[in-house]
């Protein structure tokens, strides 16, 4: 069976099961090793809507024994990227961040979540139509961070190239 084919049928199952939920989880730690330490999981996955979370654990904390910004901006970037990721086909287009610019409003002491959505009409109109007419694009993803208690935390804009495979100059 084909990685892509797989990770799309086990991210269908996720959205219906906890356990397989789990099983996605623990497959990512090994596929994206730089997530695994770090604990970043995903939380929710819906049509349209995905919720990653990290604990603030030692060593997601800074100096101060907060989650450090850097795992803030791991954790939105990583619901934005999966979001893309489970709407467009990898094997047609490849997807790379390109620009991260994120706020920081509130010191994180606990655990966090960041959710990404995206509705049909932008999928449809913003992205799937402007790659099949020009075969690259530049596309902005929001990524809103909240602790557990429901403070703000972060807010997230990722940018990412997604660009058709017979586009790309360089391969894998």
């Known amino acids: 069976m084909n990685m892509y084919v797989f990770l799309y049928t086990l991210t269908d199952r996720a959205k219906r099961s906890k356990f397989w939920l789990w099983v996605l989880n623990v497959l990512l730690g090994r596929?994206?090793?730089?997530?695994?330490?770090?604990?970043?999981?995903?939380?929710?996955?819906?049509?349209?809507?995905i919720r990653t979370g990290v604990e603030n654990r030692r060593s997601n904390q800074n100096h101060l024994k907060g989650i450090h910004a850097c795992a803030i901006a791991t954790v939105a970037e990583f619901s934005a990227g999966f979001l893309l990721l489970s709407k467009l086909?990898?094997?047609?287009?490849?997807?790379?961040?390109?620009?991260?610019?994120?706020d920081?409003?509130?010191q994180a002491k606990e655990s966090i979540v960041s959710e990404s959505s995206l509705s049909p009409e932008t999928l449809s109109n913003d992205i799937i139509a402007p790659?099949?007419?020009?075969?690259s694009i530049l596309v902005k993803m929001q990524s809103n961070v909240d602790d557990i208690s429901g403070n703000e935390?972060?807010?997230?804009?990722?940018t990412w190239q997604i660009k058709r495979w017979d586009r790309v100059r360089t391969q894998l």
Request: glycine share 4%; hydrophobic share 45%; with cysteine.
């Open 89 to 102: 086909d990898p094997r047609r287009y490849r997807l790379i961040m390109s620009k991260i610019d994120i």
């Open 104 to 106: 920081y409003l509130f």
């Open 31 to 49: 596929v994206i090793p730089f997530n695994r330490p770090h604990g970043f999981k995903l939380l929710l996955i819906s049509d349209h809507v």
């Open 153 to 158: 935390i972060a807010h997230c804009c990722t």
């Open 131 to 135: 790659l099949q007419a020009e075969g």
